[in-house]
C-alpha cells in the first residue's frame, strides 16, 4: 500500500518568504509524486509531479519539489512566498497508469503580509 | 480550466433522497475517477472507470453507485443519502497518452439537510 503524510497542517510565512511544504511518502514500488493545490471554493490544480528522470522537479507559480529517495520525501518549495499562493495544497502518490491517487491530509498555507 | 466539468456545482438535499453527479472528461480522456473530500475524511478514492468499464474501487459506500457512458461521461449516483454523505465530490481524468496525470473537475458540492 502506498500513503503520503504532511506535516503541518496549516504554516504560515510572510510575503517574500521561503515556502516549504513537507511530504513524506511510504511505497512498496517506485512512486509517482504529486503536488495539487486548491484555492477557497475550487477544485485541484496540478502544480508539479515526478514520475521518473530529473529528481528536481520544476513546476508552475514557480513551485518546485526535489524527490528524495533516500529521505523518502517530496517537499515542496518555492523562494519567495506571494499573496496569491495562500490555499491548500496536497501531495499525493500512486503508481503510475491509470492508477487511483492517495492524498495526503492537506497542508492550508497563510501568507502574511 | 482543466477541461473536466462536473455539474451541478451545488446540491442541497435531505436525507433519505437519491442524486446524481455528472461528470465529463476531457477530450481524448477514458479514465473518469471519482474522489469525495470531507473535512473528517479528507480526499478519498471512489471509484475508477475505464473506456466504460469499472477498473478500480475504494472506499465507496454500497448505497453509492457509477458508471461510465459509451460517450465517456461519468455519473455518480447517491442514495439514501445521510448528513455524512455531504461533502465535495471530485471526477478526475487521465489519457492514454498520459497515464499518470489527473486533471480534477471544479466538484460538486453536496448538503444533505
Known amino acids: 500500500a502506498q500513503s503520503v503524510t504532511q506535516l503541518g497542517s496549516h504554516v504560515s510565512v510572510s510575503e517574500g518568504a521561503l515556502v516549504l511544504l513537507r511530504c513524506n511518502y511510504s511505497s512498496s514500488v517506485p512512486p509517482y509524486l504529486f503536488w495539487y493545490v486548491q484555492y477557497p471554493n475550487q477544485g485541484l490544480q496540478l502544480l508539479l509531479k515526478?514520475?521518473?528522470?530529473?529528481?528536481l522537479v520544476k513546476g508552475i507559480n514557480g513551485f518546485e519539489a526535489e524527490f528524495k529517495k533516500s529521505e523518502t520525501s517530496f517537499h515542496l518549495t518555492k523562494p519567495s512566498a506571494h499573496m496569491s499562493d495562500a490555499a491548500e495544497y496536497f501531495c499525493?502518490?500512486?503508481?503510475?497508469?491509470?492508477?487511483?491517487?492517495?492524498f495526503g491530509t492537506g497542508t492550508r498555507l497563510t501568507i502574511i503580509p | 480550466d482543466s477541461g473536466v466539468t462536473q455539474t451541478p456545482k451545488h446540491l442541497i438535499t435531505a436525507t433519505g433522497q437519491r442524486v446524481t453527479l455528472r461528470c465529463s472528461p476531457r477530450?481524448?480522456?477514458?479514465?473518469v475517477y471519482w474522489y469525495q473530500q470531507s473535512l473528517d475524511q479528507g480526499l478519498q478514492f471512489l471509484i475508477q472507470y475505464y473506456n466504460g468499464e469499472e477498473r478500480a474501487k475504494g472506499n465507496i459506500l454500497e448505497r453509492f453507485s457509477a458508471q461510465q457512458f459509451p460517450d465517456l461521461h461519468s455519473e455518480l449516483n447517491l442514495s439514501s443519502l445521510e448528513l455524512g454523505d455531504s461533502a465535495l465530490y471530485f471526477c478526475?481524468?487521465?489519457?492514454?497518452?498520459?497515464?499518470?496525470?489527473?486533471?480534477f473537475g471544479p466538484g460538486t458540492r453536496l448538503t444533505v439537510l
Open positions: 478526475a481524468s487521465s489519457s492514454p497518452l498520459r497515464r499518470d496525470t489527473q486533471y
Open positions: 477530450s481524448g480522456d477514458l479514465s
Open positions: 515526478y514520475t521518473t528522470g530529473a529528481t
Open positions: 499525493a502518490v500512486n503508481r503510475g497508469d491509470h492508477e487511483k491517487l492517495t
